[in-house]
């Protein structure tokens, strides 16, 4: 496509109910990232893929969230059991790799009541 | 580990005074440092790249290596400058990068 698009652009749900958040990246770009952003934590990363690697996961705040890519295309973040404190921007970004920068979708706004 | 500070949450200046957004890193070895800015319901985008030694919209910033800094300027601020701002790094051989807390720059009439 044209861009990163990500899916649902907003989502609310209920403390303890499990979201999918669904990220397209641009065709042909190898890498693709999740970063959380909020109200003065900046961005947060999460988690990257990288072609047919082991993702680095080492962001993930707590096992409660888990993500992954199929076909080496369409990305799937999950959270679980979501909580209050789980409620922000969750950007996704997919870039060709080094040296290149990323192109960031638009985001899904998360809120959980 | 690699840290980003952006030690101002918000900053506002007048039309056509000087901006400069502060960006200071923690990395020990040969960083790469990057701009983004998100504008008004806009995406976050690629403002410039230190490597790249470009000026973009009248902004410019410089790798000062010594005081691990990489500090974001315009000589003379325009309203079409506001927007947040977040200072980035990637650490050699690495994918990701690291953002600091951002900057809210607000430009007045």
């Known amino acids: 496509g044209a861009g990163v698009s990500q899916s649902p652009s907003n989502k609310v749900t209920e403390k303890g109910k499990d979201v999918e958040l669904r990220c397209d990246p641009i065709?042909?770009?190898?890498?693709l990232y999740w970063y959380r952003q909020s109200l003065g934590q900046g961005l947060e990363f999460l988690i990257y893929?990288?072609?047919?690697?082991?993702?680095?996961k080492s962001g993930l705040p707590s096992d409660r969230f888990s993500a992954e890519r199929t076909g080496g295309s369409v990305s799937t973040l999950t959270i679980q059991r979501t909580q209050q404190e789980d409620s922000a921007v969750y950007l996704c970004?997919?870039?060709?790799?080094?040296?290149?920068?990323?192109?960031f979708g638009s985001g899904t706004r998360l809120t959980v009541v | 580990a690699q840290r980003v500070t952006q030690p101002e949450k918000l900053l506002s200046v007048f039309k056509g005074a000087p901006v400069e957004l502060k960006c200071n890193y923690s990395?020990?070895?040969?960083?790469?440092l990057f701009w983004y800015v998100q504008y008004s319901r806009q995406r976050l985008q690629l403002l410039l790249r230190?490597?790249s030694r470009e000026s973009i919209k009248g902004f410019t910033a410089d790798l000062n290596k010594g005081e691990t800094s990489f500090h974001l300027k315009k000589p003379f601020a325009q309203e079409e400058d506001s927007a947040m701002y977040y200072c980035?790094?990637?650490?050699?051989?690495?994918?990701?990068?690291?953002f600091g807390q951002g900057t809210r720059l607000t430009i007045n009439p």
């Open positions: 230190h490597i």
């Open positions: 893929f990288q072609g047919n690697s082991a993702p680095d």
């Open positions: 980035a790094l990637r650490r050699q051989g690495a994918q990701k990068l690291v």
């Open positions: 990395y020990s070895g040969s960083p790469e």
């Open positions: 065709s042909g770009h190898t890498a």
């Open positions: 970004a997919s870039s060709w790799g080094l040296p290149y920068g990323y192109t």
